[in-house]
């Protein structure tokens, strides 16, 4: 998949890219049986909700058939690819599972705040790309983006060690709504299936999940293979130091699984 030149310049504009429906109900439902597997894992990459429910399942695609398929994935590889302007590697993979009444908040961050604060990597060359396993809806904890706010380059920051189990640096109030008062906040929405594509740079937060539902959403995040990270504080499953650069697999890797 390649993007075309308005959607390049939407991306510059705006920070984000939304796919609706790039994959089939089939294919979501061999991910969707797959985020059930690992959540079930007794393993340190499986991080929990102070209920006991998943919150994270980080490296996934190196212990699950589907998940690596999906990490290697053309319909996600290539545009980022096109966009960082050569090949890739995954800096982290996470399937966030924000689980019915129990998904506990993301606060307001860059992940590139965290990327360059503490594994030293050198440019916001890498992004974001999010593949919805969930409908995800107004009701159930969506991304809520604030558009533009990539332009900004890392914006201060403090390091929150005490809100979630996930420490994470978290932008304060003023910042927000600065960044809010120029772009507006939105929250891409849509059916199990879609893709959502962010900079690195762009500001963005969840509401906690207090709905019935679900929202299961699989993060890559992936990084130009000459902009890896230089240092290696954090767990190798949270901060990869494999720098292989990915090779796309056949369109139909996710499909060849459907029962
Ligand atoms: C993240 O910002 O890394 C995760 C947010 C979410 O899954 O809601
Ligand atoms: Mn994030």
């Known amino acids: 998949m390649q993007?075309?030149?308005?959607?390049?310049?939407?991306?510059?504009?705006?920070?984000?890219?939304?796919?609706?429906?790039?994959?089939?109900?089939?294919?979501?439902?061999?991910?969707?049986?797959?985020?059930n597997e690992v959540y079930r894992l007794e393993r340190e990459e499986v991080w929990r909700e102070k209920s006991g429910v998943a919150r994270t399942a980080f490296a996934a695609h190196t212990y699950n058939d589907a998940f690596r398929r999906l990490g290697a994935h053309p319909r996600l590889i290539e545009p980022v690819m096109q966009l960082l302007g050569g090949p890739v590697y995954m800096h982290q993979y996470k399937v966030n599972a924000k689980a019915a009444f129990d998904?506990?908040?993301?606060?307001?961050?860059?992940?590139?705040?965290?990327?360059?604060?503490?594994?030293?990597?050198?440019?916001?060359?890498?992004?974001?790309?999010?593949?919805?396993?969930?409908?995800?809806?107004?009701?159930?904890?969506?991304?809520?983006?604030?558009?533009?706010?990539?332009?900004?380059?890392?914006v201060d920051a403090g390091h929150d060690l005490e809100t979630t189990s996930y420490p994470l640096w978290t932008l304060d109030r003023e910042t927000v709504t600065r960044l809010y008062q120029e772009g507006g906040c939105v929250a891409p929405t849509?059916?199990?299936?879609?893709?959502?594509?962010?900079?690195?740079?762009?500001?963005?937060?969840?509401?906690p999940n207090i709905s019935p539902m679900d929202r299961t959403i699989v993060y890559l995040s992936l990084c130009h293979v000459e902009n890896h990270i230089r240092q290696f504080k954090r767990p190798e499953w949270v901060a990869h130091r494999d720098f292989t650069p990915i090779e796309p697999l056949p369109d139909d890797t996710l499909a060849e699984l459907v029962a």
């Open 3 to 35: 993007l075309s030149q308005q959607q390049i310049a939407e991306f510059e504009r705006s920070g984000y890219l939304f796919f609706p429906n790039a994959f089939s109900s089939d294919e979501v439902g061999v991910l969707k049986q797959a985020a």
């Open 103 to 154: 998904g506990d908040v993301w606060q307001w961050h860059q992940d590139y705040g965290t990327w360059a604060r503490d594994d030293l990597m050198p440019e916001p060359r890498a992004m974001n790309i999010a593949v919805f396993l969930d409908d995800v809806t107004a009701a159930n904890g969506p991304l809520i983006f604030l558009p533009g706010s990539h332009k900004h380059g890392v």
């Open 190 to 207: 849509g059916d199990a299936g879609s893709v959502l594509m962010f900079s690195s740079l762009l500001v963005h937060a969840s509401p």
